[in-house]
């Protein structure tokens, strides 16, 4: 009896070993065990990514698909256990806010905030693992940057030096705005955010995430693992372009504006670190799937921040689809490609339309806008069904 090894049944490349792509590509080889999985990335697979320091927070759906791959480093994330989300004055004597527990809800956290690096190195060293016990099937190809993906027939040539043939490719590289080629559906607007980390005040109450709708844009505060005894947050300031004068501030300044912004609950903050800035703006495919080319993260999809769920929509995306190719077999590939697009729709589309829509009221500067947004959010908290909805969309998206 011959021991060759039955060839793959599906050559699936994955391209951009991000958080989406790794997830994917995880998945991928643990539920389609019959696909040779080619994962691309630029940067070697020895460099050094668990420093990397940007944030990023995940709902407790992303978490939980984390936790089912065995590559959630819960020792490194701070669980998000309240989300508090108020108007700044001048609107309302009274100001309204709207408060999501993690006891209200039934579950343990809402989310989790951590570094970027704290997310990808576990998931890139459970991919190598993978990749080393079976190494004809799971090929890693870092260090190979790809030129170029083109359709043909039955399926994709990807050039990464090297032009080869794959039956699927999904393209999980996005990168930032400013850096994107325009999308289908593009909208610049003319905002930047300045992000960093603030320390907080020891009465600063743990695990809570704040979000401030001001007059000129949302500041967002999401928790921090403590660091030599004091409490830590990830800020994100928006600002419109022709307003910002934040990079001629001193970091006391800064500390003395933002302060005044915050709600009280959240205590006076104690010091800031430097601050880098990003342009903000909406860029996405009408379609995850174009012939057997699919997009996922932020190649599908890049949102304002104002909601948080950009990643946690790329990583829906990328469990959607390995389950779809899974149901259907790798021989129905493009039935399971039309399954996704239809699956992810509702999902994909009011994260994106909510989101765009809420950036964009911060653009405009009509007469009372501030307290019918104050209002609305009065309104939120008063309503427990509608609240627990909203918490629901925000932990799993739609379903």
Not at 81 to 89: F, K, R
Not at 102 to 125: K, R, S
Request: overall charge positive; proline content about 7%; some cysteine.
């Amino acid at each position: 009896m011959s021991n060759t090894p039955l060839p793959p049944s599906l050559k699936l490349a994955v391209i951009g070993a991000g958080p989406a792509g790794l997830t994917l590509a995880l998945h991928a080889a643990r539920s389609l065990p019959q696909a040779q999985i080619s994962l691309f990335d630029a940067r070697q697979a020895d460099r050094d990514v668990s420093g990397d320091p940007r944030t990023i927070a995940l709902s407790l759906g992303s978490v939980q698909l984390l936790q089912r791959l065995k590559a959630w480093p819960a020792s490194d994330a701070e669980p998000i256990l309240q989300v508090h989300v108020s108007q700044a004055p001048p609107t309302l004597q009274d100001m309204p806010a709207v408060r999501i527990t993690a006891a209200e809800q039934g579950v343990e956290q809402l989310g989790a905030v951590l570094h970027y690096g704290q997310l990808v190195a576990p998931l890139q060293a459970a991919w190598l693992a993978a990749a080393a016990a079976e190494p004809e099937r799971l090929l890693t190809r870092f260090g190979s940057p790809v030129a170029a993906v083109k359709a043909v027939t039955g399926g994709v040539e990807v050039d990464a030096g090297i032009v080869e043939s794959f039956d699927l490719a999904v393209v999980a590289e996005g990168g930032v705005f400013a850096d994107q080629a325009r999308k289908s559906l593009a909208r610049d607007y003319q905002q930047n955010a300045w992000v960093g980390t603030v320390t907080l005040s020891a009465e600063s109450p743990a695990g809570v995430a704040y979000e401030r709708f001001t007059r000129n844009g949302p500041l967002a505060l999401l928790p921090l693992r403590p660091r030599d005894g004091q409490r830590r947050a990830a800020l994100v300031w928006c600002l419109p372009q022709d307003e910002d004068d934040v990079a001629t501030l001193s970091d006391a300044q800064r500390l003395t504006v933002i302060n005044s912004l915050l709600a009280e609950d959240v205590g006076p903050l104690q010091s800031i670190s430097p601050l880098k800035c990003f342009a903000l703006g909406l860029n996405a495919e009408r379609s995850l799937v174009d012939g057997r080319v699919v997009r996922i993260g932020n190649a599908a999809q890049t949102l304002h921040p104002v909601a948080g769920q950009g990643l946690n929509l790329g990583l829906r995306d990328a469990w959607s689809l390995v389950d779809a190719l899974r149901r259907h077999g790798v021989h129905k590939i493009d039935a399971a490609l039309k399954s996704v697009e239809w699956q992810r729709g509702p999902d994909r589309w009011s994260t994106i339309v909510s989101t765009d829509f809420l950036a964009r009221t911060f653009t405009w500067r009509w007469p009372g806008l501030p307290a019918a947004r104050a209002l609305g959010l009065a309104a939120l908290q008063s309503l427990p069904p509608l609240k627990k909805a909203l918490a629901r969309q925000m932990m799993f998206g739609r379903r």
